[in-house]
Structures are given as C-alpha cells and as structure tokens.
C-alpha cells in the first residue's frame, strides 16, 4: 500500500525535505508580498464594481458619491495598515489577531478571533477562485458551463502547489501578480494621461447605457443606509490585510522589519490602485447594475438575459487600452489568473493560524504538525475541504458568495485593535524611560482609532449584508467556536486523567500477579512462536486458550496438544453461536473480577503478509480482539508477529527504496540517519 501512495505523492508534492532545511523555506520581501497580499491586492478587480452595483440602486445619479466612498476606504485602509505594524512588531511569533486577542482580552477573545479568521480564510479560497472562474468564463464557455467543477479543480491545483512548500509556491504565484501590479499602474498612468494631457475622451462600452434605478429619489436615512451599504461593499479591499500579521514567522530575518515593510507596500499599491481604477470608472462613465439584465438600458430597452456584465477593471481596460488590444488581453488574462492565486493568501493563514491553535489543544493536534514539504500539510487540506463545500453549496456564485465575507475579518480587526490598546496600557504602567513611553503612546493613539474605525465599520458591515448572507458567516463562526472549545475541553479532561499522581497510585503500584493467556486457533509456527515468547516472561499463571466453534477442529486440537505434550495448559471455551471474540473477552473480564489487583496479559500470534490485497483474504480476527481488549481495564495485549516469505519481499522491495525519506520522516528524522542510530546502539 506504502508503494501505492509513495510514487504519485513524490511525483505530485516532490521529495520530503529535512527539518533543518526549514530556514531554506523562508520568503524574502519580493516572494512575501505577492504569497501574503495577493487578496488585498487583487480584491481591487472587484471591490470597486461592488461600490458602483450598490450605488447603482438608486440610479446614475448616486455615482457622484463613489469618489466620497473610495477616500473612506483609503482612510480605514491606511488606518488597519498602520494597527497592524504595531501588531508584527509587538507580536512577531505569528500569532497574529489571535495572540493579540488571547493575550490581553482573555481566551474567549482569543477564540472569537481565530473562529473570525478561520471563517474568513475559508471564504476567501471560495471568493477568490468563484470570482476567477467567472471572469474566466466570459472567454471560455466551457467554463461557465461547469463552473462547480472548474472551481473545485482549481482549488485541487492550488492545494498540491502549497503542499509542494510555501516558498516554492510563492516564486509561481510571484510573476502573475506583479504583472497585475504593473498592468493596473500603467492603466492608471495611461488614462491619467490620456484624459489630462491628451484630453482624450475616453468611453467604456456601457457609456451609453442608461440605468434603472430600483428606488429612485433616494433621500435622508434611505440614502443613508445605499451609502453605507456601498462602504461595506468596497470594504472588501481589506480582506487579507491580517495574513501578513499572522505569517510573520515565514518572513526571513529580521521578520518583524520585513513584514511591516510588506505591509506598508501592500497598503500603498492596494489603495493606489484601488482609487486609480474607481477615477477611471467615472472618467469613462462605466455602467453597472446588481441586476443588468432588466436594469440596464439601451435606448430605453432592457439589454435582456444574453447580456453578460463585465467586471469594472475590463471595461476600464477596454476604454483605456482599446478592445483586444496587447496591453487589454495581457491585463484581463493577468486579472482572471491572480483571482485564482489571491486564495494563497487564506493557504499561507490558514494552515498557520490552525498549527498556533492545535499547539494551544484547540484543533487537533495533527494540524501542528509539518508534512514532508515542511509545509502544515494538514491544515492546508482541510481548508480545501472547506472551501471546495462552499463552493458546491453555493454554486461557486460569487455574488452570493461576497455577501458572507468581510464580517470574520472586521471582528478580528476590531477585537485585535482592542487588544493592543491594553498591551499598551500594560506596558506604560511599568515603563520609566521617556523615550519608549512616547514610542508606547504613539503606538496606543494609532490602535484606539483603529479600534473606533474598524468597529464602526464591523456595526455597518453587520446592520448593511446580515439579511443579504452575513448571518451565515456569523453561524460559521459559532460553529467554529462551539468545535473548538469542546476540543480543548477534551484534551483537558486527558491530560487531567492521565496527569502522573506525585505519590504513590494503583498505575505505579506494581501487580500482585501476572495471568498471561495464548490464544490458540490450530498449532502452527506462529503458534509456536508465541507460546515460547510467553514462557520467556516467567508470569505467575500460563495457560493456552481456544475458543469452539468447529467441534471437529477443536477435537483435533486437542490430540495434537497431546500428542506434542506441550507443558501449558489448553482451555477450550464454548461458543453456540460461532463467535469467537465475546467469549473471550468475557473470560478475561471474569479473571478481573476473581483477582482485581491481578494483571491479564493477553498474547496474540499473527502471521504478517505482504500486499495489501491478502489481508483481504483473512478475517482480521486478531485485530478485532486487540480492538476490544484495549476497552478492558487491567489488560495488556502483546502481539507476536510472524513474518510470511510474502512479507520479506515488501522488506526488500523498501529496502531498495531506502534513499526515498519516508512520508513523516521529517518527523522522526531521516532515514540514513536512524539507520546509523540503531547501528550505534546495537
């Protein structure tokens, strides 16, 4: 079976890598930005367009206000990018929101932010690659046809490209989108261009277009509500701002310097481009409507269900660059692709964030571990699992989909900002040195605002998308929260209970006897074997023990123990109806309930195969008793193992496999140098 596996995951994932070759894996700013900011940055194909959609409501005449919108998100974007530097430098291990959160408002903070995280991690995988998809579709019809199944491909490409190793994934994902940067800048500069110093105009293929407004003549708390609505909207921006601040241990040396520089950089090419693309949306009197079949017009007739709406980065493009133009075809194939890649961004946080967690018993502790790429393999396919479920259940819709997001990551905004503002106060009340207090108070002013501003918006986001699907992601919250808890409940209850008492206990007391049993089906080598290892141990009671469920064998059973005059005594229990495992455990209770202090040692032979199709072809009754026996206080199973001649050809068939590091090796060291070991201590 190990053969089976071995060869396509060292084809799909590559060789395992030691763990001293984990500093190799570390990422340098270049490789940082584009494996930590893809979402922020490529969120500006979209988050503009969610503006104008919801803006669209109430008309062509609320478009006015979308500049007023995009300086308000500039604002808190700069705000949250500021915190957060605070946060990388404060909190460098990682831990991120989560640390921040658990440290200075307590374990139930703490928790609220990683359910937070973990919901919005999942989110984004779905967004992103749903998002890609229809982008993608617009070109290819096949696409659009099967949009579940492409979806659900991608997001298998992308697992096997991180499970490959974070830095390797990240040289693949660094060239499309720096090629996104570049092409949206150049946009920017070249309409900028055009339109100042050119004055060319400029026309967006649905300039002519007129729309119909939902509810026109909007006014007082009506447009109140359009215009806060449309904030939340554009607020998904500064979805991924975080991941940089719970990655900081993938950063090279200094790590804190470098993730705050990654995220300054991030700040100012996300609101760059971000306000680049909404001036040029209204210099080119780009159209958009939530609903464009009905609601967009030409020459006062609906365009109709054939109409498909493009994304406001393509029509911008189209305008700027010119239709199938190089520089259009090079942008739209650049946009349609980082969508895809901006998910690594939730593959980098996510198995992060859940290795922090297992390490403090709230996920299973198998997330803490590193696979054979010295990435958090685990966690990495349990993100997939979670993100290719949402994109079935949800038809891999963006536009339903975007409704659930950007609540998980402004309630870890909020309470994170909350936390560093106590960290500050904590630490101005034991700090004496003029210099640091006025670093410290700095520092605190910056994170209360970011506190007010983030929780201001987290009160929008909620009253403005819970009936539109945010009530969603707040369930997916408490689901989280409610799995985690309970997790770490029963691995306190488990470290309570096998705790080592300080004095004298029944565990450390030793056995006032051993009564060590053989379990016999017919006398064989195995057999054998495992009768002369019992009388190896020397117990104070041996006997052989068989159960009846053929008469006829049972007989002759019985003659050849005669015949051979084997010295252990042979038991025969009776079984009417054919079984052979409960009346054995019924034996062994009933010897614990004659002798409570004695010790039951229950010795199994069993003869190994080698392929894995002959175990099929035995009935496993050996490991149904193990099963059942280790539910059995007071008993102690051993097995005595005999090898088959097809056994020793698997032997030889790993040995000459031997230079291959076997999967987990990373863990329990290679396998030369456990060899050596072993040769040293015989």
Known sequence: MSKLTDVPKRILIG????????????????????VFASDPLSSVAYAPGEVLLVLSVAGVSAYHFSPWIAVAVVVLMFTVVASYRQNVHAYPSGGGDYEVANTNLGPKAGLTVASALLVDYVLTVAVSISSGIENLGSAVPFVVEHKVLCA???????????????????????????????????????GAYRGLILDDTMKAPTADFEIKAEHEGLAGFAMVFLL?????????????????????????????????????????????MFCGIIGLAMATDVKMAEKPAKDLLENGVPLGGDYVQNPVISQVAEAVFGDGSFLFIVLAAATALVLFLAANTAYNG???????????????????????????????????GAAAMLVWIYGADSTRLIQLYIVGVFVS???????????????????????????????????????????????????????????????????????????????????????????????????????????????????LRALAFAKLMRTDTLEALSVNVDPAETKALRDEWERRSISVPLKVLDSPYREVTRPVIEYVK?????????????????????????????????????????????VMVTSVPYQLESSEAAKRRARRRQEWNAPGSVRRGPVEKRAKETSKKG
């Open 413 to 527: 905004f909020t309470l994170s900002q909350i936390g560093m503002v106590r960290h500050w106060n904590r630490h101005l009340a034991t700090e004496r040195d003029p210099g640091k207090r006025r670093h410290m108070i700095r520092s605190r002013a910056i994170n209360a605002f970011g506190a007010f501003f983030t929780g201001l918006v987290l009160i929008v986001v909620l009253v403005t998308k819970f009936t539109h699907g945010a009530w969603v992601a707040l369930l997916g919250m408490v689901i989280f929260y409610a799995t985690m808890t309970a997790i770490r409940r029963h691995y306190d209850r488990v470290a309570h209970e096998i705790a080592a008492a300080e004095g004298p206990s029944d565990d450390s007391v030793r056995p006032s006897r051993v009564h060590s049993i053989v379990l016999v089906s017919k006398i064989h080598k195995p057999t």
């Open 590 to 634: 009933s010897l614990r309930r004659e002798s409570p202090r004695d010790a039951v040692s229950v010795i199994i032979p069993e003869y190994v195969v080698g392929h894995w199709y002959e175990h099929l072809l035995h009935n496993q009754s050996a490991l149904r008793l193990k099963g059942r026996l280790l539910f059995t206080p007071g």
């Open 350 to 384: 996510f198995p992060l964030l859940g290795s922090i967690l297992a390490q403090d018993r709230y996920l299973p502790r198998q997330l803490h571990t590193r696979g054979d790429r010295l990435a958090f393999s685990n966690g990495i396919v349990l993100l997939a």
């Open 228 to 272: 806060l609505r449309a904030f939340s909207s554009g607020c998904a921006a500064l979805t991924g701002v975080e991941a940089i601040s719970n990655g900081v241990p993938a950063f090279r040396k200094p790590k804190s310097k470098n993730a705050a520089s990654t995220l300054a950089l991030m700040g100012a090419l996300a609101v760059t």
């Open 15 to 34: 060789r395992a890598l030691r763990s001293d070759r984990l500093g190799e894996t570390l990422l340098p700013k270049r490789i940082a930005l584009p």
């Open 152 to 190: 659900v491909g991608v997001i298998v490409l992308l697992t096997l490209m991180n499970l490959r190793g974070v830095k390797e994934s990240g040289k693949l994902f660094a060239i499309p989108t720096y090629v996104f940067v570049v092409g949206v800048f150049l946009m920017i500069a070249w």
